[in-house]
């Protein structure tokens, strides 16, 4: 094996990595602002805002790094995805965009602070419902020509993105219930508690609305996971998913604090590993592969140098934040 078969290999698991990353990190805090309308009064949204207010920031970091790793490293596939997906990706940035100065804005504004909190709300889920959007175009596959897009700027809609994009609404809502469940107390807490059973239920129809749907597609996915012996080698990765299922069921009917949130993570990584399985080896679905998306070795090993310098103080960092601010977030904290 040579560094043009290895470097791909490498910065693909980097980028998924960092993709996984922020959607675990940032996922429960875009659930706090789809979530935000079921607080009972103002005090409430402060609470739940408070709880992610010291590490919200540092979680973008990911996303960033995701994407610049993308361009760097695979400059076909980035062209290919941006030409793609412009719409719903320009429609996640701005979402973002909105929901960060809403974040801001809503702590420091006085008569228009429930105009900011219903930003914040509606940032929160056109951002997630955009990365939903972009999941399912991606497993449906690109219409490609000598690696180029040939797609119209509408290429990507579809029933299945919309679904797709619907499921990763409820999934961060789900996230953020389970998050709030280990960061608050009281009737808080309880409202969460009772969130996240419906939120189960949603998600996993979900689930099984996307798989039943993959059949009816032409995607690479389905053809990975339903034909033999794919099946037989990839069937673990549903059965622990089921059981995954099963245990946060029975955690939050035990009013368990950590489990909800720990088997919630877990439930986001079994379906991105899902993803990962059934998209190999290509970087856009359908026939766009590493190896041909990929930059010249010496560009790529160049940018690995950044990476391996870059990646363990990112995790550093987070793990110190997350460290510093552990354990329950009092009501009265307040956030300057």
Not at 28 to 53: C, K, S, W, Y
Not at 55 to 81: H, K, Q, S
Not at 236 to 243: D, G, I, K, Q, R
Request: glycine share 10%; proline share 6%.
């Amino acid at each position: 094996m040579n560094l043009h078969d290895v470097l791909p290999v490498v910065w693909f698991f980097i980028i998924g990595f960092g993709v996984l990353m922020y959607v675990l990190l940032d996922g429960f805090v875009l659930g706090l602002g789809i979530l935000a309308p079921f607080a009972d009064d103002e005090h409430q949204r402060d609470h739940m805002m408070n709880t992610a207010a010291p590490i919200w920031d540092g979680n973008e970091t990911w996303l960033v790094m995701g994407g610049a790793g993308l361009m760097a490293a695979f400059p076909r596939a980035y062209a290919v995805i941006l030409s793609a997906l412009y719409l719903p990706i320009l429609l996640m940035l701005i979402a973002l965009v909105f929901r960060g100065v809403a974040f801001e804005f809503r702590f420091k504004a006085e008569r228009s602070r429930w105009v900011w909190g219903v930003a914040f709300h509606l940032g929160s889920v056109a951002a997630a419902f955009a990365q939903g959007v972009i999941l399912g175009a991606l497993v449906e596959g690109m219409p490609l020509k000598e690696g180029k897009y040939i797609g119209g700027a509408l290429g990507w809609f579809s029933p299945f993105a919309m679904l797709t994009g619907v499921a990763l609404i409820f999934g961060y809502a789900l996230l953020g219930a389970t998050w709030l469940i280990l960061k608050t107390e009281g009737r808080l807490q309880r409202i969460a508690f009772d969130l996240t059973r419906p939120l189960m239920l949603v998600v996993i129809c979900c689930m099984f609305l996307v798989s039943v749907s993959l059949p009816f597609l032409d995607s690479q996915l389905m053809q990975r996971w339903f034909t033999l012996p794919n099946f037989l080698y990839l069937s673990p990765v549903p059965l622990l998913t089921a059981l995954n299922a099963a245990a946060l069921w029975f955690a939050v009917i035990r009013n368990r604090e950590l489990a909800p949130f720990l088997l919630s993570l877990s439930f986001f990584g079994l379906g991105f590993l899902g993803l990962v399985l059934g998209i190999w080896p290509n970087i856009v679905p359908p026939d766009l592969s590493l190896w041909q998306a990929a930059a010249p070795p010496s560009s790529q090993g160049f940018t690995l140098v950044g990476a391996a310098i870059m990646l363990p103080a990112v995790l550093f960092y987070t793990a110190y934040s997350y460290r510093v601010f552990r354990g329950k977030v009092a009501a009265d904290a307040g956030y300057h």
